[in-house]
C-alpha cells in the first residue's frame, strides 16, 4: 500500500513537500511517480523517477520548481513543491510499479499501485 501525505494549503509562491510512504513493500527497483487531478479534469502526470533512480522526467508545468526523489531506506518518495501558483492546485497522487520503462514514466496506464490523494490547495 501506499499512503500519500504532506498536503495543505498554502500561498502563492509557498513550498510543500509531499511524502508517499510504501508500506508491505519497498520502492527497491520500482518506478515512482507523482500524477494530480484538479476539479473537472483527468489525472495528469506530475513527476516521476526510474526505478535505477537515474531517470526523472516532469511535466513542462512544473519544471525548475517540482522535484521528485526517494529515500530507499525508508521505503518512502517525496515531491518537493517550490513557488507553487493556483494552478498547481489539485489531489496529489503516488503511484509506482517494478515494470515502467523509461518512454513510458509518464503514462498512466504504466503504474499498478496507487496511493490515495492528497489535497494541495494553493491561494493567490
Known amino acids: 500500500q501506499l499512503q500519500a501525505s504532506g498536503g495543505g494549503m498554502v500561498q502563492a509562491g509557498g513550498s510543500l513537500r509531499l511524502s508517499c510512504a510504501a508500506s508491505g513493500r519497498t520502492f527497491s527497483g520500482y518506478a515512482v511517480a507523482w500524477f494530480r487531478q484538479a476539479p473537472g479534469e483527468e489525472r495528469k502526470f506530475v513527476a516521476a523517477?526510474?526505478?535505477?533512480?537515474?531517470?526523472?522526467r516532469y511535466a513542462d508545468s512544473v519544471k525548475g520548481r517540482f522535484t521528485i526523489s526517494r529515500n530507499s531506506a525508508k521505503n518512502t518518495m517525496y515531491l518537493q513543491m517550490n513557488n507553487l501558483s493556483p494552478e498547481d492546485t489539485a489531489v496529489y497522487c503516488c503511484a509506482a510499479d517494478s515494470s515502467v520503462i523509461l518512454s513510458n514514466l509518464a503514462s498512466r496506464s504504466a503504474y499498478r499501485f496507487w496511493g490515495q490523494g492528497t489535497q494541495v490547495t494553493v491561494s493567490s
Open positions: 523517477m526510474h526505478r535505477t533512480g537515474t531517470g526523472t
